[in-house]
Each structure stands twice: as structure tokens, then as C-alpha cells.
């Protein structure tokens, strides 16, 4: 009877063990202990309690790799083929220090598929029944409960990312709108319109006309390279440059171009560049200056259907600390003349055999369209581009400006 006594109070101790055992690990749980945290925990309850001291745990990311081990010498390996952990009868697992030997795999599972695999075993042959077969219920409750806790852990933590990064877009988003002028004020002299389409949430094109005083109206267009939220910061940044270069200086376009090229390799350290193309036209002697810094040659288009792609300039902002030599380009521009600014993402756009919409197909629409109002251009060339693409998915941001010169 006393022996009897004895063998039910082990039994009763055990029981309020493992359920300490377990309440300490849902406690760390609810507490938000960190991932080292809970498998010392658990390392703990089944180790140093229950007498299991081989111990390995492995969970999926992008491949098996091993959380925790303990008993095991070595660097344990990453498993690439879940038929491993599917072997009958003892598991052997090679580590840098040899190989070990497992009584038991035990699957962690959610709606069928795996999550986790256990093993565990001993380091010394012992009597009776193992514990690792003796503790068997609980082993799996306790790894279940853990490895659930983790995987949710990880799915909070990419939630956090998710929406910060979600908040970042949105942020940049908004702020490019007020970048990219929706809407132009009436003109005397000038006709314009304009279209910008990202390619994902947030892009990194750039236009804008606007007067330096009653003589002078300055065009602009620019690409950084890359996308997204750094290429939306450096393209804020560098339209407040070119807004107060030119309204301090708009007639040096060679010497505005090296103040932006400082500008870009101060702030971009090297890390991206931007291709533009700006012009100043001067009201009363129609004559259209301009500087195109490695963009897409915009076309001017007279009357008549002669056209001619505005080339000339240097390389890229932000290539080199010092741009080797620009060239500016002069223009007269006679009533009736048309200037489409645009970026890679119009004429660069391949249909589903590979071909390029290209240059030529621009012009074409451009010159048949001449004499119609600007915001006819516009939307012929985007219904152009967009027929010729089919189903192939958008090659990168587009920005479209269309001018007429009265």
C-alpha cells in the first residue's frame, strides 16, 4: 500500500508538472517572450524534467532547418527533402561531429501539412521504457502548442512589416501626386497635357512646366532609375532642385545641369542616377533651349509633319561626379508646333512577340494627329501603346507630356 501511495504521487507530481510545464510556456506566450525565450522553455521541460536529452526541432523556411538541438554535438544540417523525417524505425541525422541516433520523429501539423518535425532520443542506454515512448502524449502537445506559437509569431511579425511598408507606399504615393501635376492653368502661348501611369504602387518619373517670370516657361522631364519608395524620395528632392536652379538661373542649362548633378550624387551617393530633359521657351523670339541629360529623345513636330528628336546634351544625372561635357540644343518653334515628352515606359513597351512599340510608331501617331488638340495626342498614343501590348504586362512606369505651341 505505501509503495502504491508512492507510485501515485510520482504520477500526480508528473501531471502537475507537465501542466506547469505547459502554463509556463502559454504565459511566455501571452507575454510576447521572444522565439529564444520559448524554446529554452521548452528545451527546459523536456530535457532537464522529463530526462529526454536528445533533442532536435526542425520547422520549414525554405528548407528544414533546425530551431533548436540539444544533446547533439555538431552543426546540424538543413533538410531538403522532407522523405527524411519519413523513415521507419530509428532516425540516424549526421552532424559535422558524426552521426545520432532518434527513437522517434514527431510531425507538427496544420490543415495537413507540415510545420515542424521533433526528434528525440537518448544520449545513454537506460532501463525501462524510454521516456522519450513514455512521454509521448505530452512531447507532442508541448512541441504543438510551441511550434504553432512560433509560426504565429513569424506571420505577426511579417504582418507588422507588411503594413509598414504598406503605410511607406501609400506615404510616397500621395506624396508623387502632388509631384506629377494633375492639371495645367489656361495659357496664351501654350496648349499642354499630360499622363502618368506607375508601374507598381509607386514609380519614378517626373514632369513639369511652369514660368520662371512672363518671358520664360520651362519643361521638364525626368526618370530615376529603380522604383518604389527611395526612387519616389530622390525624385521629391530633386524636383524642388530643379525648381529653384532654374528660377535662379533658367538661362545656363549647362551650369543647372552640374548644380543637379550635384545635387543627385549628394543625395543618391552613387546608388541611382536620373535621366532628363529640360527646356525653357522663350515667348517672344520662339525659341526653345534645352539640354537632354541620357532621357528619350522628345519630338518636336511642326505643322507641317517635319519632326525632329532633341538629342542633345550629356550622360545621365548622378553617372559620374563630374559630367564630362554637355551640349545644348537650340530650336525655333513655329505656330502650330508639337513637343511630346515621354518616358522608356511608351516606347519601350513590347508586345507579345518581344517587339518594341519604338520610336517610329510615336512619330507616326504624332504627325497623322498634328493639327488635333493636345489631349487627342495624348490619348491616341496611350491607345496605341495599349492595343499593341495585348496581354503583355506593363515594362515600366509611363509618363507622356504633350505641348502645343500656339
Known amino acids: ?8 504521487e510520482q504520477r500526480l507530481e508528473l501531471q502537475d508538472y507537465k501542466l506547469s510545464a505547459l502554463l509556463e510556456v502559454t504565459r511566455g506566450i501571452n507575454s510576447r517572450a521572444t522565439e529564444v525565450q520559448l524554446l529554452d522553455m521548452y528545451r527546459e521541460s523536456l530535457s532537464e524534467y522529463l530526462g529526454i536529452n536528445r533533442l532536435v526541432l526542425y520547422a520549414y523556411d525554405e528548407g528544414w532547418k533546425c530551431l533548436l538541438q540539444t544533446g547533439v554535438e555538431g552543426v546540424i544540417p538543413a533538410i531538403t527533402d522532407p522523405g527524411f523525417f519519413e523513415q521507419e524505425g530509428m532516425i540516424s541525422l549526421r552532424s559535422t561531429a558524426g552521426d545520432h541516433q532518434f527513437d522517434v520523429v514527431i510531425p507538427v501539423t496544420h490543415d495537413g501539412m507540415p510545420l515542424a518535425y521533433l526528434l528525440a532520443g537518448e544520449t545513454a542506454e537506460g532501463r525501462g521504457v524510454s521516456p522519450v515512448v513514455k512521454h509521448l502524449n505530452f512531447i507532442q502537445t508541448l512541441t504543438n502548442v510551441l511550434v504553432v506559437a512560433l509560426q504565429n509569431k513569424r506571420l505577426e511579425e511579417e504582418r507588422v512589416v507588411q503594413e509598414a511598408t504598406r503605410r511607406e507606399l501609400e506615404l510616397a504615393a500621395d506624396m508623387q501626386t502632388l ?45 530615376v532609375s529603380g522604383k518604389g519608395i527611395a526612387a519616389a524620395f530622390l525624385m521629391s528632392n530633386f524636383q524642388a532642385n530643379v525648381r529653384a536652379i532654374f528660377q535662379y538661373e533658367p538661362d545656363d542649362l549647362q551650369g543647372t545641369v552640374m ?23 522663350y515667348r517672344t523670339t520662339r525659341e526653345f533651349r534645352y539640354v537632354n541629360c541620357g532621357h528619350n529623345p522628345p519630338v518636336l513636330t511642326a505643322a507641317d509633319g517635319t519632326s525632329n528628336q532633341l538629342m ?19 530650336e525655333k518653334v513655329p505656330r502650330g508646333s508639337t513637343l511630346v515628352c515621354y518616358t522608356d515606359g511608351l516606347v519601350e513597351q513590347e508586345n507579345l512577340e518581344g517587339v518594341p512599340f519604338g520610336m517610329q510608331r510615336m512619330e507616326d501617331i504624332i504627325c497623322e494627329r ?26 515600366d512606369d509611363t509618363a507622356l507630356l504633350v505641348a502645343r505651341f500656339k
Open 312 to 330: 542633345l546634351g550629356s550622360v545621365g544625372l548622378g553617372m559620374f561626379h563630374e559630367i564630362p561635357s554637355v551640349e545644348c540644343g537650340v
Open 179 to 223: 509631384l506629377v501635376p494633375t492639371s495645367w492653368p489656361v495659357d496664351q502661348d501654350v496648349d499642354v497635357t499630360a499622363y502618368y501611369q506607375p508601374h507598381h504602387e509607386v514609380g519614378g518619373d517626373y514632369y513639369d512646366v511652369f514660368s520662371v517670370d512672363e518671358e520664360r516657361l520651362v519643361f521638364c522631364m525626368a526618370d
Open 370 to 395: 498634328r493639327g488635333m488638340p493636345v489631349t487627342a495626342i495624348q490619348s491616341a498614343l496611350l491607345e496605341e501603346v495599349e492595343s499593341f501590348r495585348g496581354d503583355e504586362p506593363r515594362f
Open 1 to 8: 500500500m505505501p509503495h502504491s501511495v508512492q507510485r501515485l
Open 259 to 281: 548644380r543637379l548633378n550635384n545635387r543627385v550624387m549628394e543625395n543618391a551617393r552613387g546608388e541611382k542616377y536620373i535621366t532628363m530633359f529640360a527646356g525653357v521657351y
